[in-house]
């Protein structure tokens, strides 16, 4: 394929992915118990709407849709920061137990600190942060072999990480409240509670200098995913490179799991459907795997929120219904 074709390919295909984005934040607004029509939308745009109409989109549902396309956007990244630098089809915050490590300081802050002492708003998302931050550390500590870190034994460790802290999880859920344990059970599912406007900010500010500082290093990523060897002869750090991946790959999923929850295989899935459509090149498939990832997460939560209304499906079960099929394709390959 010629230079010329392949740019109006990428180009066509960059234009498709943002007209799905559109139609599905459309859709997610109008998902719930009142459908919009667009002069209403534009009504509450200009301020002319009723107050009743302007809480519920601008507090209600604008929080929850733009913290559901940013958590799709902070997992594909992810996912495809940690594909790159592990060589490893299957990788991702998820399979990793970077969720998991989450997981277990959120149970343990409940469980050990009396209600009331420290606000749960402020410390669950730096308890959840910290969780997938030390998990990642185990994890590539525990890959290394003779100096250097194995994809195989990467994902070995991270399933093996994800299983015993899941399991320390439940232990801490047998003594909790009948509202904790609901508490934390659709965290661990995945239910997007942190929709607030100030989680956005956080989310658009953090997600954003990770996105760019992977842009800006997209070129060493695609070497990094030669493989070791071959990134070491051309003159790169491997180690270096791998631990400064790795923190921009847990920056993002950390910020996802403190306001999303125990989201699973969006960032495994997202860029490989990503790669399918505009090829291995880090510069161009970060940017696709972001907006493969917003969509993907804002049809998942259409599904979660319109299946079984007025009742709602947390959103990673959804997400988790759509890869999992996808997961095992990918074994049944390998």
Sequence with gaps: MTSSKRSLRLAATFIILGILLVLSFWFALNAGYRQLSFEELLSVFTGNAPQSLIFTIVELRLPRILTVMLVGIGLSLSGCILQGISRNDMAEPGILGLNAGAGVLVAAFIVFVPAGLISSTLALPILAFIGAGIVALLDYRLSIVRGQSSPRRLLLVGVALATGLSALTSVFMLSMSDGDYAFVQNWLAGNI??????????????????????????????????????????????????????????????????????????????????????????????????????????????????????????????????????????????
């Design 193 to 334: 509670w942190g929709a607030s406007w100030p989680n956005v900010l956080l989310l658009t500010l953090g997600l954003g200098f990770c996105f760019v500082i992977a842009l800006l290093a997209s070129r060493k990523l695609n070497i990094l995913s030669l493989g070791t060897l071959s990134a070491t002869g051309l003159g790169i750090n491997v180690p270096r490179a791998n631990l400064e991946f790795l923190a921009l790959a847990v920056g993002c999923s950390g910020l996802c799991c403190a306001v999303g929850g125990g989201l699973t295989f969006v960032g495994l899935v997202c860029p490989h459907l990503a790669r399918r459509l505009v090829g291995p090149n880090h510069r161009v498939l970060l940017i696709a795997a972001a907006l493969v990832g917003a969509i993907l997460m804002l049809i998942a939560d259409i599904i979660a929120r319109t299946l079984l209304a007025p009742n709602e499906i947390p959103i990673g079960i959804v997400a988790a219904v759509i890869g999992a099929p996808y997961f095992l394709y990918l074994l049944a390959r390998s």
